[in-house]
């Protein structure tokens, strides 16, 4: 079974700085995805990122990027020039990737990250 | 956002009652997910659907069950509710084929008394 660990309950950054929030993972997979999903305090949970783990081609979408280091079963998000709306509960989460069908995300516990003006 | 649709947002119960919520999904996604969400556990699987009659059973399963009779709806039942059920419940709705993300419903948050 995957597990998942996100080893910072919280954390803070200034506005217009960078952060990385950090993921770990076990799995004897050699082929699965990896998701960041974000859930503000309206408790939506919003895709941000989504990795292969076949690729070594780091996953960027405008302001958010991963350091994928699948060696190291790393899988840590950068958020850059943070913005006050990107406060909220960040969840690490990956799945298999099964020629069987589709199979359900594993979650990390989250990282509340809190955005400071 | 991706046409999903939980219901009740909101209930309050009491033990020992059955209770059903329903996932609505107006994508003709083939799978549909159930996940509870409880303060220091994120969210953990129930069970999931891969198709009409289709289900399986997730991390915690125990105390509930489900039904899909058609692509559009997945209900999930506590047959006899405990406090212990008592969290916010996600919905969640994914396309077939490997690595395709999941899309969530706004959650309906379940007091069990």
């Known amino acids: 079974a995957q597990t998942v660990t996100q080893s910072q309950p919280e954390m803070s950054v200034q506005e217009a700085e960078t952060v990385t929030l950090s993921c770990t993972y076990d799995?004897?997979?050699?082929?699965?995805?990896l998701f960041w999903y974000k859930q503000p305090p309206s408790r939506q949970m919003i895709l941000v990122i989504r990795?292969?783990?076949?690729?070594?081609q780091n996953a960027t979408e405008n302001r958010f990027s991963v350091n994928f280091q699948k060696a190291a079963k790393s899988f840590s998000l950068k958020i850059s020039d943070s913005q006050l709306g990107d406060a909220a509960m960040y969840f690490c989460a990956p799945t298999h990737a099964r020629l069987s069908g589709n199979t359900p995300l594993v979650f990390g516990k989250g990282t509340r990250l809190s955005v400071i003006a | 956002d991706a046409g999903i649709t939980q219901s009740p947002r909101h209930k309050v119960t009491e033990t020992g009652t059955p209770v059903t919520l329903r996932c609505h999904q107006t994508?003709?996604?083939?799978?549909m997910y159930w996940y509870r969400q409880d303060p220091g556990h994120g969210l953990r699987l129930i069970h999931y659907?891969?198709?009409?009659?289709?289900?399986d059973k997730g991390e915690v399963s125990d105390g509930y069950s489900v039904s899909r009779s058609k692509t559009e709806d997945f209900l999930l039942t506590l047959e006899s509710a405990t406090s212990s059920q008592t969290s916010v419940y996600f919905c969640?709705?994914?396309?077939?084929?490997?690595?395709?993300?999941?899309?969530f419903g706004d959650g309906t948050r379940l007091s069990i008394l």
């Open positions: 969640a709705i994914s396309v077939a084929g490997a690595g395709q993300p999941q899309h």
């Open positions: 799995t004897s997979e050699s082929d699965y995805y």
């Open positions: 994508e003709n996604h083939r799978y």
């Open positions: 659907s891969y198709g009409v009659k289709d289900t």
């Open positions: 990795q292969e783990a076949y690729k070594q």
